[in-house]
């Protein structure tokens, strides 16, 4: 089994910039992609943005393209979102997910895709 635990949520006016870490143990993680999740009260869990094993491949939400960057340290079995220019409704709890990479279908937008998941970590922007 792989343990995720993210970091790095908080309190931010818009404008501001906060960066998420994801710490994983438990298996090899250069071996999972990575996608990140995020659910505001009241919706659904919705995609963030994924990479793949290497780093080689991103894909995000257009929501959130160019303003969050998601990327990994397999040596230090992290991954990392980086947000800027916050906004209100960037609110949600933010979740981390891995799918090992034998098993992955390529549907990195798709929560079902992904096998382990953190305890979310809460990011609110205020205006």
């Known amino acids: 089994q792989v343990q995720l635990v993210e970091s790095g949520g908080g309190l931010v006016q818009a404008g501001g910039s906060l960066r998420l870490s994801c710490a994983a143990s438990g298996r090899t993680f250069s071996n999972y992609h990575m996608g990140w999740f995020r659910q505001a009260p009241g919706k659904e869990r919705e995609f963030v943005a994924f990479?793949?094993?290497?780093?080689?491949?991103?894909y995000y939400a257009d929501s959130v393209k160019g303003r969050f960057t998601i990327s990994r340290d397999n040596a230090k079995n992290t991954g990392y979102l980086q947000m800027n220019n916050l906004k209100p409704e960037d609110t949600a709890v933010y979740y981390c997910?891995?799918?090992?990479?034998?098993?992955?279908?390529?549907?990195?937008?798709?929560?079902?895709?992904?096998?382990?998941w953190g305890q979310g970590t809460q990011v609110t922007v205020s205006s």
């Open positions: 990479i793949s094993t290497s780093g080689g491949s991103t």
């Open positions: 997910a891995v799918r090992q990479s034998p098993y992955y279908s390529g549907n990195f937008n798709n929560l079902r895709e992904y096998n382990y």
